[in-house]
Antibody, heavy 118, light 103 residues
C-alpha cells in the first residue's frame, strides 16, 4: 500500500494560482503512477489527469488542458498539481491517487480543500 | 469520451437487504469497470476492480458483475456501516454516484 500525504487547505482569490503537493511514502514516485481527482462540494468525483504508464507521459482531462500542470520531484518523491486562473468553480477537495494496472485508483491521499473566494 | 450512467442516484434499504446499483457505459469497455465507496469527509475507497475482483480486505458481501457496457454492483446483506456514496469508474470517467441510506 502506498501512503500519500497531501498539503493543507488553501484559500485563494479568483485569478490566482494554486499548487497542491502529494508526498509519497513506502514507495518511490518512479514505482507508481499518480493521478489527480477533484470533488466540488456536494458533487461527484472528477478526474483531472495524471501519469499514464502506457503512454509514458502525463495526460490531462480536456477540461483542464492548458490550465493545470502536474509535475513530480523524484528527489523528494513528491508530486504537484498546479491550477492557474482560479475561479469559484475550482473550489473543491483535490485528491492524489495511485493508479493500478487496470486504471483503477487504489490508494488515495487524504484530500486538500481549496476554496476560491474574493 | 466515454460516458458512464449510474443509477439510481439514491436509494434507501433496510439492514440485511440485497442492494443493487447499475452502471452503463456509452461504449464497450470490456471489463475495465471499478467501484468505490466514499463516506462523508473521507477519500474514496476502492472496493472492486476489473468488474468483479474484490480489493484486499473488502468484505465478501460486496460483489460486481457485467461486461461490455452494462455492469452491476451488489451488496448482499446490507450493514449499517455500508452507508456511503458509491461510484463506478472507467479510467477517466466516474459515474454520478449513488447515495445509499439505511431505512
Amino acid at each position: 500500500q502506498v501512503h500519500l500525504a497531501q498539503s493543507g487547505a488553501e484559500v485563494k482569490k479568483p485569478g490566482a494560482s494554486m499548487k497542491v503537493s502529494c508526498k509519497v511514502s513506502d514507495y518511490t514516485l518512479s514505482e507508481i503512477a499518480l493521478h489527480w481527482v477533484r470533488q466540488a462540494p456536494g458533487k461527484g468525483l472528477e478526474w483531472m489527469g495524471g501519469f499514464d504508464p502506457e503512454e509514458g507521459e502525463t495526460i490531462y482531462s480536456q477540461k483542464f488542458q492548458g490550465r493545470v500542470t502536474m509535475t513530480e520531484d523524484s528527489s523528494t518523491d513528491t508530486a504537484y498539481m498546479e491550477i492557474s486562473s482560479l475561479r469559484s468553480e475550482d473550489s473543491a477537495v483535490y485528491y492524489c491517487a495511485t493508479v493500478g494496472t487496470g486504471y483503477y485508483f487504489d490508494d488515495w491521499g487524504q484530500g486538500t480543500l481549496v476554496t476560491v473566494s474574493s | 469520451d466515454i460516458q458512464m450512467t449510474q443509477s439510481p442516484s439514491s436509494l434507501s434499504a433496510s439492514v440485511g437487504d440485497r442492494v443493487t446499483i447499475t452502471c452503463q457505459a456509452s461504449q464497450d469497455i470490456t471489463n475495465y469497470l471499478n467501484w468505490y465507496q466514499q463516506k462523508p469527509g473521507k477519500a474514496p475507497k476502492l472496493l472492486i476492480y476489473d468488474t468483479s475482483t474484490l480489493e484486499t480486505g473488502v468484505p465478501s458481501r460486496f460483489s460486481g458483475s457485467g461486461s461490455g457496457t452494462d455492469f452491476t454492483f451488489t451488496i448482499s446483506g446490507l450493514q449499517p456501516e455500508d452507508v456511503a456514496t458509491y461510484y463506478c469508474q472507467e479510467y477517466s470517467t466516474f459515474g454520478q454516484g449513488t447515495k445509499l441510506e439505511i431505512k
